[in-house]
T-cell receptor, first 113, second 113 residues
Framework: AQSVTQLDSHVSVSEGTPVLLRCNYS??????LFWYVQHPNKGLQLLLK??????LVKGINGFEAEFKKSETSFHLTKPSAHMSDAAEYFC???????????FGPGTRLSVLP | EAQVTQNPRYLITVTGKKLTVTCSQN?????MSWYRQDPGLGLRQIYY???????DKGDVPEGYKVSRKEKRNFPLILESPSPNQTSLYFC????????????FGPGTRLTVL
């Protein structure tokens, strides 16, 4: 069975400093992994995805994530936070060719001026 | 404009009164899915559909029904709603069975009294 752990329910950073949102997964097969972002009172938007190609994945708005199979991790990073990055971030795993998806509980990112 | 629409956006009802939340997409996507979002739990998949007349259970299907008679529509039916189905519901769609991006609707906030 697949599962996702997001190690921090809330992360707070200052504008201009790096962002690190942690994600660990459990999967019986070679999974695909995603990060989605949800801004307040909005729907979800895909930031990036890993589907067994390059292990370092670049996404929108300067975000990137690295797939580390040995650590079963897929942490999301950004070199410099912007106020507009404040949102809820979800790590997602899928192991059956995109039929069902398991979301992590989410990490709320706050960006302080 | 490519989009997933849900109706209603907000609904307050009483225990046992049957209701339907509609979902429609205009992108000719084969795959559609329903999720519920609860604080601290992220999104949990209720049902998904790989194509017309093909549906399958997600992780939390109890108390819900779906149908897929047309490619563009995927209604969620609560035959006898209970207070534990109070939640924020999202519909999503994507192309095919691979790891393509899911496009999410704006959400339906349901309260069952």
């Amino acid at each position: 069975a697949q599962s996702v752990t997001q190690l921090d329910s809330h992360v707070s950073v200052s504008e201009g400093t790096p962002v690190l949102l942690r994600c660990n997964y459990s999967s019986s097969y070679s999974p695909s992994l995603f990060w989605y972002v949800q801004h307040p009172n909005k729907g979800l938007q895909l930031l990036l995805k890993y589907t067994s190609a390059a292990t370092l994945v670049k996404g929108i708005n300067g975000f990137e994530a690295e797939f580390k199979k040995s650590e079963t991790s897929f942490h999301l990073t950004k070199p410099s936070a912007h106020m507009s990055d404040a949102a809820e971030y979800f790590c997602v795993v899928s192991e059956n060719y995109g039929q069902n998806f398991v979301f992590g509980p989410g990490t709320r990112l706050s960006v302080l001026p | 404009e490519a989009q997933v629409t849900q109706n209603p956006r907000y609904l307050i009802t009483v225990t046992g009164k049957k209701l339907t939340v509609t979902c429609s997409q205009n992108m000719n996507h084969e795959y559609m899915s329903w999720y519920r979002q609860d604080p601290g739990l992220g999104l949990r998949q209720i049902y998904y559909s790989m194509n017309v007349e093909v549906t399958d259970k997600g992780d939390v299907p109890e108390g819900y029904k779906v149908s897929r008679k047309e490619k563009r529509n995927f209604p969620l039916i609560l035959e006898s709603p209970s207070p534990n189905q109070t939640s924020l519901y999202f519909c999503a769609s994507k192309r095919g069975s691979s790891y393509n991006e899911q496009f999410f609707g704006p959400g339906t906030r349901l309260t069952v009294l």
